[in-house]
């Protein structure tokens, strides 16, 4: 069946440095993919997402990139802050279908 | 406008009870999702409801199910609790159905608590 496989957490780095969080998927046809960031004590919130092959998701300064033949939709952003530390889950949504299927999520500290 | 909102925020049951939770989407949201998130499984998806129907189901057991009003709101029971139903449940609301052009957006979660 369809599936996410992130890297798992925690992930700590300081303020500034360069952030990667690695996303791989399973899926038959061409799902639409997401990032979903779930700040401390709050619901889930769509941080980006690319609904097919090659296109780049971005939203406050994060992007990831639809690769179909890698199946990857790694995170990026290139100078994280104190305020981006939360949980980051990557998601699929497969062709034809509005259920979201979630990765395991990355738990993301940001130190000053 | 307001966001989805879930009631209540915290239960506590005992198991073998039932419990029922509550979900109103955003105004003019008729899609409604519900997920199941615990450390161990993560997010799970349970069930969507479009305009009174489900349409898509997750691999969860017979106690557990859902209806959707036609005022968009949605509810979802937990019958015969055990242990393992201890969760955070969220629910999430779109306009229309079709992830790609819809956002989904999410509740703040009810925390079920199985004693």
């Known amino acids: 069946g369809d599936s996410v496989t992130q890297m798992e957490g925690p992930v700590t780095l300081s303020e500034e440095a360069f952030l990667t969080i690695n996303c791989t998927y399973t899926?038959?046809?061409?799902?639409?993919l997401f990032w979903y960031v779930q700040y401390p004590g709050e619901g889930l919130q769509l941080l980006l997402k690319a609904t097919k092959a090659d296109d780049k998701g971005s939203n406050k300064g994060f992007e990831a990139t639809y690769r179909k033949e890698t199946t990857s939709f790694h995170l990026e952003k290139g100078s994280v802050q104190v305020s981006d530390s939360a949980v980051y889950f990557c998601a699929l949504s497969p062709a034809g279908d509005d259920k979201i299927i979630f990765g395991k999520g990355t738990r993301l500290h940001i130190l000053p | 406008k307001a966001g989805v909102t879930q009631t209540p925020r915290y239960l506590i049951k005992t198991r073998g009870q039932q419990v029922t939770l509550s979900c109103s989407p955003i105004?003019?949201?008729?899609?409604v999702s519900w997920y199941q998130q615990t450390p161990g499984q993560g997010l799970q998806f349970l069930f969507e409801?479009?305009?009174?129907?489900?349409?898509n189901k997750g691999n969860f057991p017979g106690r557990f199910s859902g209806r959707q009003f036609s005022n968009s709101r949605s509810e979802m029971n937990v019958s015969t609790l055990e242990l393992g139903d201890s969760a955070l449940y969220l629910c999430a609301s779109s306009s229309g159905l079709g992830l790609s052009y819809n956002e989904q957006f999410f509740g703040p979660g009810t925390r079920l608590t199985v004693l």
């Open positions: 899926a038959t046809g061409y799902p639409s």
């Open positions: 105004s003019g949201h008729r899609s």
């Open positions: 409801y479009f305009s009174e129907t489900q349409r």
